[in-house]
């Protein structure tokens, strides 16, 4: 009988233990929401000049981000949100959104730069059951990319036909831009000088 309830309760501690784990692993597939829908939020916040939503639009380190670059500059933080942290965003109208990209938590979507001419790969976090605008992610190396966007297959390609070797691939690696972030971060000091 004590077999029994024990490895009833084992049984028991086992299913729960796997129900908790997948929980957080389907999450990204319970949310109606969407990377591409996201940054639709973000544009229409920023053409509104609405610093309440676009704050909403944005994960925590970016938020986190946005605060401290306000502090360290001496800004107000409706300056450093002005833009949602990307040139994207001063396309008159809704710029195009293309391959949208989703692994896990992580997703991101390229939009089309009027300004600079390029597409601009934007990173997304999931929180709270909404995808997020995740600079502040990408920043802090905490965003993990869900692989790399189309443009820059299409420039790898390009650069493979024309007898380029084939970069060296390493799925490690966060290959975000922040292209308008609002601030003058200084570059960092190198590491390898010789005194």
């Known amino acids: 009988m004590r077999k029994i309830q024990f490895f009833s309760f084992l049984l028991a501690v086992v299913l729960l233990s796997i129900s908790c784990g997948s929980k957080d692993a389907s999450t990204a597939q319970k949310t109606n929401d969407t990377p591409s829908e996201a940054y639709k939020r973000l544009f229409n916040a920023v053409k509104a000049k609405d610093t309440n939503q676009i704050k909403a639009q944005m994960s925590k380190e970016s938020q986190a981000l946005a605060e401290g670059e306000a502090q360290r500059q001496n800004r107000p933080i409706e300056k450093v949100y002005e833009n949602g942290f990307t040139g994207t965003t001063f396309s008159p109208s809704m710029p ?14 390229e939009v ?11 990173p997304f976090v999931l929180e709270d059951g909404m995808w997020k605008i995740a600079f502040g992610d ?32 390493n799925t490690n690696v966060n290959t975000v831009a922040v292209s308008n972030i609002n601030t003058n971060i200084p570059p960092e000091p190198s590491k390898n000088k010789t005194k």
């Open 96 to 109: 195009e959104i293309r391959d949208e990209r989703v692994k896990g938590n992580f997703g991101a979507v």
């Open 112 to 122: 089309w730069n009027i300004k600079d001419s390029v597409w601009e790969d934007v």
């Open 138 to 169: 990408a920043f802090k190396g905490t965003y993990n990319s869900p692989g790399k966007g189309r443009d820059a297959r299409e420039k790898e390609a390009s650069n493979v036909a024309r007898g380029g070797a084939p970069p060296v691939s």
